[in-house]
């Protein structure tokens, strides 16, 4: 295959912004040089003064197939995220029939999406009630890492756990060495805020808010910590709502603990005071809070408590989402918005004062180590899959139900003006998506990850596809 060279004035490597070319040869980057090093029988493209930032990993996404393809799938999901820059999926184990909580339904979840990906793609695996012995096998069989939850999820294929199914779990967990994500609410300060709400009307945000204190998320993160102390596993905390939470965290990982966080697209751009009454797509659990909530997780990004941004892309059909009732107690809790997460991103971080290195380590190289792929993705590196979004940074747009591409178009952000503008998408090398146009066959392949267990530990030996 020939040689070839993406030039642009704003190249995001891990050494900074420069300018000139990036070479790719086959699947993988040959490395970045200096417009006057490109080789003579190189094929030339030039972005001009578009940025070319490494393709997004997303390790937190609900594909829903197999079982609730009605919801979501492989085909429509990798195919937003293709249009929203993003080159790698890490799918979690619940909301799919079977959930992923033993190799037989990992089996299952890959011959679904066989066929279907626009992009590269991973599992995560379960951690429910009992099943402490499908663990190992799961991390055999190439999962990522695992999930729980400790409150209901909304669905009962997947169980929550309570201490006991922690304690029994948590040292074959640790023993994997594969991180541990947590839904961190407790359901007894839930359970007492919602019990106070008897004849409160749920057609208002405010009503749903105080049903999901803030203290059921620092409850439930001081107890992971808690247990990461005794049982020294790799504790990471999903989808951080409350600012909280940050002393607490920071607290943890200067005592060394392998405590990492992220947040989501939502919890960085919305706010409490402006979502109207009945407004049920923009139900999500955790709750989105309050404006200062808000700007205290932008202060937790720029500290380094938290780590990466990430999705949480959680759809479902539209009568789950009780519109025409603006019900939110009874409405679906997950925000769909994975083909615009980096401009909703960038339109918040640039007014910060933030730049696209910062894009670039929240949203593809801190996930991919999160997902334990970062030898192969998440920054424009030689050896590295060629996976890489070309963005206009200064460009706006009107969102509309065109740009979504998931299956179902709903989505709070409709009718909003935000800034970064995705052009093309490139997954190891080949073209998927150019200016609001799929490119090609399906070409993404599930990302497996070799290991050997070694006196009851586990040594990473790479990335196969």
């Given at each position: 295959?020939?040689?070839?060279?993406?030039?642009?004035?704003?190249?995001?490597?891990?050494?900074?912004?420069?300018?000139?070319?990036?070479?790719?040869?086959?699947?993988?980057?040959?490395?970045?040089?200096?417009?006057?090093?490109?080789?003579?029988?190189?094929?030339?493209?030039?972005?001009q003064?578009?940025?070319?930032?490494?393709?997004?990993?997303?390790?937190?996404?609900?594909?829903?197939?197999?079982?609730?393809?009605?919801?979501?799938?492989?085909?429509?999901?990798?195919r937003?995220?293709?249009?929203?820059?993003?080159?790698?999926?890490?799918?979690?184990?619940?909301?799919?029939?079977?959930?992923?909580?033993?190799?037989?339904?990992?089996?299952?979840?890959?011959?679904?999406?066989?066929?279907?990906?626009?992009?590269?793609?991973?599992?995560?695996?379960?951690?429910?009630?009992?099943?402490?012995?499908?663990?190992?096998?799961?991390?055999?069989?190439?999962?990522?890492?695992?999930?729980?939850?400790?409150?209901?999820?909304g669905?009962?294929?997947?169980?929550?756990?309570?201490?006991?199914?922690?304690?029994?779990?948590?040292?074959?967990?640790?023993?994997?060495?594969?991180?541990?994500?947590?839904?961190?609410?407790?359901?007894?300060?839930?359970?007492?805020?919602?019990?106070?709400?008897?004849?409160?009307?749920?057609?208002?945000?405010?009503?749903y808010?105080?049903?999901?204190?803030?203290?059921?998320?620092?409850?439930?993160?001081?107890?992971?910590?808690?247990?990461?102390?005794?049982?020294?596993?790799?504790?990471h905390?999903?989808?951080?709502?409350?600012?909280?939470?940050?002393?607490?965290?920071?607290?943890a990982?200067?005592?060394?603990?392998?405590?990492?966080?992220?947040?989501?697209?939502?919890?960085?751009?919305?706010?409490?005071?402006?979502?109207?009454d009945?407004?049920?797509?923009?139900?999500?659990?955790p709750?989105?809070?309050?404006?200062?909530?808000?700007?205290?997780?932008?202060?937790?990004?720029?500290?380094?408590?938290?780590?990466?941004?990430?999705?949480?892309?959680?759809?479902?059909?539209?009568a789950?989402?009780?519109?025409?009732?603006?019900?939110?107690?009874?409405?679906?809790?997950?925000?769909?918005?994975?083909?615009l997460?980096?401009?909703?991103?960038?339109?918040?971080?640039?007014?910060?004062?933030?730049?696209?290195?910062?894009?670039?380590?929240?949203?593809?190289?801190?996930?991919?180590?999160?997902?334990?792929?970062?030898?192969?993705?998440?920054?424009?590196?030689?050896?590295?899959?060629?996976?890489?979004?070309?963005?206009?940074?200064?460009?706006?747009?009107?969102?509309?139900?065109?740009?979504?591409?998931?299956?179902?178009?709903?989505?709070?952000?409709?009718?909003?003006?935000?800034?970064?503008?995705?052009?093309?998408?490139?997954?190891?090398?080949?073209?998927?998506?150019?200016?609001?146009?799929?490119?090609?066959?399906p070409?993404?392949?599930?990302?497996?990850?070799?290991?050997?267990?070694?006196?009851?530990?586990?040594?990473?030996?790479?990335?196969?596809?």
């Amino acid at each position: 295959m020939a040689l070839r060279a993406f030039l642009s004035e704003r190249i995001v490597t891990p050494e900074g912004i420069r300018s000139g070319a990036v070479l790719v040869e086959g699947e993988r980057f040959r490395g970045v040089v200096s417009s006057a090093e490109v080789p003579p029988d190189a094929v030339r493209e030039d972005f001009q003064n578009s940025a070319l930032l490494p393709g997004l990993v997303d390790s937190h996404v609900h594909i829903n197939e197999p079982g609730r393809t009605d919801w979501e799938g492989f085909r429509t999901m990798t195919r937003a995220a293709a249009a929203g820059g993003c080159t790698m999926l890490v799918d979690m184990p619940l909301n799919c029939v079977p959930a992923t909580t033993n190799v037989a339904a990992l089996q299952a979840k890959r011959a679904a999406a066989r066929g279907q990906c626009s992009v590269d793609w991973a599992a995560w695996g379960g951690v429910v009630h009992n099943n402490q012995n499908d663990i190992e096998p799961l991390a055999r069989a190439g999962v990522r890492g695992f999930k729980c939850f400790l409150v209901h999820p909304g669905i009962d294929e997947f169980t929550m756990v309570r201490d006991s199914d922690l304690r029994a779990a948590l040292p074959i967990v640790a023993a994997t060495d594969l991180p541990l994500l947590v839904h961190a609410e407790l359901p007894e300060p839930i359970d007492a805020a919602t019990g106070k709400l008897a004849g409160a009307d749920w057609t208002r945000y405010k009503t749903y808010l105080q049903s999901r204190p803030d203290e059921a998320e620092l409850a439930a993160i001081r107890l992971m910590i808690d247990l990461c102390r005794e049982y020294h596993y790799r504790l990471h905390i999903v989808h951080l709502a409350t600012s909280r939470a940050l002393p607490i965290l920071r607290e943890a990982r200067a005592e060394g603990l392998p405590v990492t966080v992220e947040t989501c697209p939502h919890y960085l751009h919305l706010e409490a005071e402006t979502i109207p009454d009945g407004a049920t797509p923009c139900k999500c659990a955790p709750p989105i809070r309050a404006r200062e909530n808000r700007e205290q997780l932008w202060q937790g990004l720029k500290d380094g408590i938290i780590d990466m941004v990430v999705t949480d892309h959680s759809p479902c059909p539209p009568a789950m989402k009780r519109m025409s009732e603006g019900n939110f107690q009874t409405a679906w809790g997950g925000i769909a918005g994975i083909s615009l997460a980096l401009p909703l991103l960038w339109t918040e971080a640039s007014r910060r004062g933030f730049n696209l290195n910062h894009i670039a380590r929240w949203m593809a190289g801190k996930p991919a180590s999160l997902a334990g792929c970062h030898a192969r993705k998440g920054k424009i590196s030689a050896g590295h899959d060629a996976d890489f979004v070309v963005v206009d940074p200064e460009a706006e747009f009107t969102v509309t139900e065109d740009r979504l591409h998931h299956r179902h178009a709903i989505s709070p952000y409709v009718g909003e003006n935000l800034r970064g503008v995705v052009q093309r998408t490139y997954v190891r090398g080949n073209l998927v998506f150019r200016d609001g146009q799929f490119a090609g066959d399906p070409v993404g392949r599930e990302c497996l990850q070799q290991f050997f267990a070694l006196a009851g530990r586990r040594t990473r030996t790479g990335t196969t596809h």
